[in-house]
């Protein structure tokens, strides 16, 4: 029956979901009803959990917001566990299981499980900032259901044919083969970049890149989207601006300091890049880690953008205090090298011309096309070292070297001037050089556009992101066509 109503839709809109309900309702006296919607949820999402579930920003441990509730019914009490072996250590950091090889298990028993085989070394939970950390056998209380746990093969504990039996002495069993892709298997760099707090993979592609030409890409890309996005033009000319900034901040030294000194210094490499930021190179060009865990470049576009325009016009009503407060006797003035930014630079006299909202609209899709940074700033783990204010990498006062970006109609570059960047937004309260706070701005931009309108901006940047870094990773004689939509 399910199948057959589903067939009847043509689209899964709130309006054709609730037509298709209320005439299932009238069916056989709501017995049909019955068969097809047998859960009764406990929790039904209000406005005001659709407003605090928009902020996807993971709480100091590393741990994501908790859906639970609305998702998963009071009587499922499971976490998920799959085994894997491990001859010359742990598990790599991205190691990610398929559906086909989790098992369920009531978290009570593999609790038991832990204390009982004593195990600690040899069971790993994912952690999103370090990867899979060793579950200490002392410390079962953090073990609750949703979640997902990876055991050494010689752990146990599971029968081909019964399932999970909690058994240490129970290691016959086969492992799935997981050096051959599947289509539930295969990775994408999107997915695995999701799962790590400083992961670039969609930087490292098969070619070397700079920023501008990495930009335009991503600008046609948007460009070929929005004619079936169905979007007022006011809100195109915000996306396309966005586009135009989003990786700015990759001429940051941090992002440049992940790629090998001695690819850089490669005449071909320098020739292809034109003295210009490299934003992609191949996946042999990149280190493992940066001198700064945890950098992000998006933050560092945003923050440049605030600055670029704080310079050429500071009293700049996205700027300003608000009921008329006069912010004129605190902060530091800008030095005459500062003001040198004139808003008659044609790249400046964009942002000069945008409304506060439109400036706020502008920053957050900068901010948030990684997913990464949205609705707060805030310091994570990695940067408790810094001396000084430092928050995803991005230290207080850092100096963004100057690089170019593309012209509106993507036949040239302007050269975005160098800025330091100031983290005075991510402080709750009034900020002397930009005003209103990171939080205040995005709560404001939420409560205005709403969480289905502001996600469907985002996703549309996002996905032209995604599609030039897919197409800018394939050889020349297999990149994919321009697709409208």
Not at 9 to 26: E, M
Not at 358 to 366: E, P, Q, S, T
Not at 387 to 406: M, S, Y
Request: hydrophobic residues 35%.
């Amino acid at each position: 029956m399910a199948h057959e109503k589903l067939t009847t839709l043509s689209d899964v809109g709130l309006k054709s979901l609730t037509a298709i309900k209320d005439q299932i309702d009238k069916e056989s006296t709501g017995s049909a009803a019955k068969q097809l919607f047998p859960y009764e949820p406990r929790f039904v999402p209000r406005d005001k959990d659709l407003f605090d579930l928009f902020d996807t920003t993971p709480d100091l441990t590393g741990a994501d917001v908790d859906i639970s509730r609305f998702i998963r019914d009071g009587d499922e009490l499971d976490v998920q566990v799959f085994w894997r072996e491990f001859p010359n250590g742990g598990p790599a950091k991205k190691t990610r299981p398929n559906r086909r090889e989790l098992c369920s298990v009531p978290f009570y028993r593999f609790r038991d499980f832990v204390k009982a085989s004593r195990t600690t070394g040899r069971i790993w939970q994912k952690t999103y900032r370090k990867g899979w950390q060793p579950v200490d056998d002392r410390e079962t209380d953090r073990i609750y259901p949703g979640q997902v746990y990876l055991l050494e093969k010689s752990c146990g504990g599971y029968n081909p044919v019964l399932g999970w039996t909690g058994d240490a002495r129970d290691t016959d069993f086969d492992l799935p083969k997981t050096g051959e892709p599947t289509p539930e298997t295969i990775e994408t760099k999107e997915t695995l970049q999701d799962e790590e707090e400083d992961a670039e993979d969609l930087s490292q592609i098969n070619i070397w890149l700079n920023v501008l030409e990495h930009t335009r890409d991503v600008c046609e890309k948007l460009n070929d989207i929005l004619p079936a996005a169905s979007l007022p033009e006011h809100d195109e000319k915000i996306l396309r601006l966005a586009a135009r900034w989003h990786d700015r901040g990759k001429a940051h030294d941090m992002f440049q300091s992940k790629l090998k000194r001695d690819a850089l210094a490669q005449g071909e490499v320098r020739n292809k890049l034109a003295g210009e930021p490299a934003a992609k190179a191949p996946d042999d060009a990149w280190l493992r880690t940066g001198p700064r865990r945890g950098f992000r470049h998006e933050l560092a576009s945003t923050l440049a953008i605030l600055e670029t325009l704080h310079r050429a016009k500071p009293d700049h009503p996205g700027f300003a205090w608000p009921d008329g407060l006069d912010k004129s006797g605190f902060g530091s003035r800008l030095t005459e090298s500062e003001l040198a930014d004139r808003a008659d630079d044609p790249l400046v006299r964009e942002l000069v011309d945008l409304s506060p909202e439109d400036l706020d609209l502008l920053v957050y899709l900068v901010a948030a096309h990684h997913g990464k940074v949205r609705m707060s700033i805030r310091s994570s783990p990695d940067d408790e070292s810094a001396d000084k204010k430092q928050a995803r990498g991005v230290c207080d006062g850092d100096t963004l070297a100057q690089c170019k970006i593309p012209t509106a109609d993507l036949k040239s570059g302007l050269r975005a001037p160098e800025v330091r960047l100031s983290l005075d937004l991510m402080d709750l309260g009034l900020s002397p050089r930009y005003g209103a706070s990171w939080r205040e701005r995005m709560q404001l931009l939420l409560e205005c556009l709403g969480p289905f309108r502001l996600a469907y901006l985002e996703g549309l940047l996002r996905a032209a992101d995604c599609r030039a870094s897919i197409d800018e990773d394939q050889p020349p004689a297999s990149k994919t066509k321009k697709e409208v939509g």
